[in-house]
């Protein structure tokens, strides 16, 4: 098992190194880039200072005297972001000090926000596992019983109208169910019962800990239902499948035959095979809610994590900040592969995974 753990871990470099070189051509060949942008913005701002400082008949005669100095501008500037971006080195020689930089973990500074992409990621971070663990706890903790107990009702009105209710909560989108939160519970037409934005209230700093906790729990409530209702469906459905899938074979069958209890057939036996595809599953869900479930629930809810500046930073070409995350989350993605194949051997003893001899 050790050796395999390390050929796993050794297999992390070349995978990471794939993706993060594809991305590097992708958002390299995108038109539009950073420099391009923070010009249009500056070409912007400039026009709109002359429309205020123009008036009259003598608008038109300066806006035309302004055009070659505005050409002469933007070309000075161009030529200065590109060299202060590196863009003016080979994309080679880009990304491969690009890659130096990531082995200590150095992601430079955003080009817009002027700040260490560390420093940014760190204050982020904070919402962003606030929003995925207790969103994937939630949904582990009551799908996996709710499927067993459809297994064992296969076919009951139980089963039916259960199943009927998770399809229909999948069906709705996270954000549509997110606003009705927000008009049923959070003063929007009724009742005022959960706070709107944040994770805290404004004066939460001077108050006792456990009154901060609970204050902070109660502010995660309807983000994190929002953000769990579409994620029932999927997992309820396959660990009932899964259970009904081990239950037909002929194992079970046979120990039912030798005397064992439904629960000792269930839970002694069924349970390790059917929950292999289920935690084969997680670091997708983990990774999910941690980044790409959560961007629109964050700003519904004004919450400033990891979603929200990923989705930012790709809009405006904010490309340390756009690798940086890429980089984190491909990692943690495939760390927690590796985690899974060994919690694989802790579920089910037989399976191993040793090299054949």
């Known amino acids: 098992m050790l050796q395999y753990i390390i050929r796993r871990l050794l297999l992390l470099i070349p995978t990471l190194l794939g993706i993060l070189?594809?991305?590097?051509?992708?958002?390299?060949?995108?038109?539009?880039?950073?420099?391009?942008?923070i010009i249009s913005q500056s070409r912007a701002q400039s026009a709109g200072a002359l429309a205020r400082v123009s008036g009259g008949?003598?608008?038109t005669m300066a806006s035309s005297a302004a055009i070659p100095e505005a050409a002469r501008v933007d070309d000075e500037l161009r030529a200065q972001l590109t060299k202060q971006f590196g863009f003016d080195k080979p994309w080679y020689?880009?990304?491969?000090?690009?890659?130096?930089?990531y082995l200590s973990f150095d992601f430079g500074s955003s080009y817009y926000k002027d700040r260490p992409v560390l420093d940014l990621v760190a204050e982020k971070m904070p919402v962003s596992i606030s929003l995925g663990l207790w969103s994937t706890l939630i949904i582990y903790l009551i799908s996996i019983p709710l499927g067993i107990r459809k297994a064992r009702q296969r076919g009951t009105a139980f089963d039916r109208h259960t199943t009927t209710a998770i399809v229909i909560g999948y069906a709705v989108p996270g954000y549509l169910f997110a606003i009705l939160l927000i008009i049923l519970f959070a003063g929007g037409s009724y009742w005022s019962v959960f706070p709107l934005r944040g994770l805290a209230s404004p004066d939460s700093a001077s108050w006792p800990w456990d009154e901060r906790l609970v204050d902070y729990?109660?502010?995660?409530?309807?983000?994190?239902?929002?953000?769990?209702?579409?994620?029932?469906?999927?997992?309820t459905l396959l660990t009932?499948?899964?259970?009904?899938?081990?239950?037909?074979?002929?194992?079970?069958?046979?120990?039912?035959?030798?005397?064992?209890?439904?629960k000792r057939v269930l839970y002694?036996?069924?349970?390790?095979?059917?929950?292999?595809?289920?935690?084969?599953?997680?670091?997708?869900?983990?990774?999910?809610?941690?980044?790409?479930?959560s961007v629109l629930i964050e700003v519904i809810f004004s919450l400033d994590g990891l979603g929200l500046l990923g989705f930012e930073a790709a809009v405006n070409r904010d490309y340390?900040?756009?690798f940086a995350t890429l980089y984190i989350f491909t990692l943690m993605g495939l760390i927690l592969g590796v985690i899974t194949d060994v919690v694989y051997t802790l579920v089910d003893p037989r399976i191993t995974f040793d090299g054949r001899k």
């Open 320 to 322: 340390p900040v756009v």
């Open 240 to 262: 009932r499948n899964a259970f009904l899938d081990e239950m037909s074979k002929q194992y079970t069958l046979l120990a039912a035959a030798k005397g064992c209890s439904p």
């Open 93 to 101: 020689e880009r990304f491969f000090t690009m890659l130096v930089n």
């Open 57 to 59: 008949g003598s608008e």
């Open 268 to 293: 002694g036996h069924v349970f390790r095979n059917a929950m292999l595809l289920i935690i084969a599953g997680f670091p997708a869900v983990l990774i999910g809610m941690l980044f790409t479930g």
């Open 217 to 235: 729990l109660w502010h995660l409530v309807l983000p994190i239902a929002a953000l769990s209702i579409s994620g029932f469906a999927t997992l």
């Open 21 to 37: 070189f594809l991305n590097f051509v992708i958002i390299q060949a995108a038109p539009g880039g950073p420099v391009e942008q």
